[in-house]
């Protein structure tokens, strides 16, 4: 019995810690945490630009799916937001019915943009980039409630379909609402959808507040492309390009091709 007891206290003086020791193993962890979280910052930021470039390239793929099975023409960029009053029947815009966001979806599986009711407008996957976050309602135009209408993470270049006067150069005529891919004659070089600001702070061309953002499935790219932390260094978004591959390009907002 007495060597049980003594064994018993060999065993407890062998389980127990000092202050010193306690707060040793205290500050190592908390050095292994500071180490490991910007690894696994980086990480993650690596999986949101992959899932974002992944996401466009099946955009890219239905694009040249509509393509082929429409006489090489592609969807308009611009779907019923773009009609008065929004998200209605406009006679005078019939084109607005062959949006991207409603034509292509079904090529991929997916309803229509417009066949969600507001409320339900899609807020992940395909998509949207999973970067982006609106700014809550009030940062917007009265007309505008991302919350329950929805929001565009991406945007098709406004300028494949310049039936607008806006941003054409002098003399140069308006281009048909459509646009066919062999008039295209730099297909790598051609934005063809982008990663769009979803913050009306920035504004349009980074000038100042625009209460619009994110709210159109077109706009210009020079003006609205995102620009969000790369994993690497700077500020950029992601870009698909009419030729299907996707980039990363941190001067969209100053100039486009």
């Not at 979806?105 to 998509?127: E, H, I, Y």
């Not at 409630?145 to 310049?162: D, E, F, I, T």
């Amino acid at each position: 019995m007495i060597a049980l007891n003594g064994f018993r206290r060999r065993v407890c003086r062998l389980r127990a810690f000092t202050l010193v020791e306690l707060l040793t193993v205290i500050a190592l962890i908390a050095m292994l945490a500071a180490l490991l979280l910007p690894a696994f910052s980086r990480a993650e930021a690596r999986a949101r630009e992959a899932t974002c470039a992944t996401n466009l390239r099946s955009w890219g793929q239905a694009f040249y799916l509509y393509a082929h099975d429409c006489q090489g023409y592609l969807p308009h960029p611009d779907d019923q937001g773009r009609n008065t009053p929004p998200f209605t029947f406009d006679p005078r815009h019939p084109e607005h019915e062959c949006g991207y966001v409603d034509v292509l979806p079904p090529m991929m599986g997916l309803r229509a943009w417009r066949d969600f009711p507001d409320g339900q407008k899609p807020a992940a996957g395909v998509w949207q980039c999973p970067a982006a976050r609106p700014q809550p309602d009030s940062d917007y135009q009265r007309a505008f409630k991302p919350s329950s209408q929805g929001w565009h993470s991406y945007a098709m270049n406004s300028y494949l379909a310049h039936e607008f006067p806006y941003g054409l150069p002098f003399g140069a005529r308006p281009q048909p609402s459509f646009l066919k891919l062999e008039r295209c004659t730099r297909p790598a070089r051609t934005l063809l959808l982008f990663e769009q600001t979803l913050d009306p702070r920035p504004g349009y061309g980074q000038a100042g507040g625009l209460d619009t953002a994110g709210c159109y499935t077109a706009e210009d790219p020079r003006a609205l492309g995102e620009r969000h932390p790369h994993r690497r260094a700077g500020l950029a978004g992601n870009v698909l390009y009419l030729d299907s591959h996707v980039g990363w390009r941190e001067d969209l907002w100053n100039r486009a091709r």
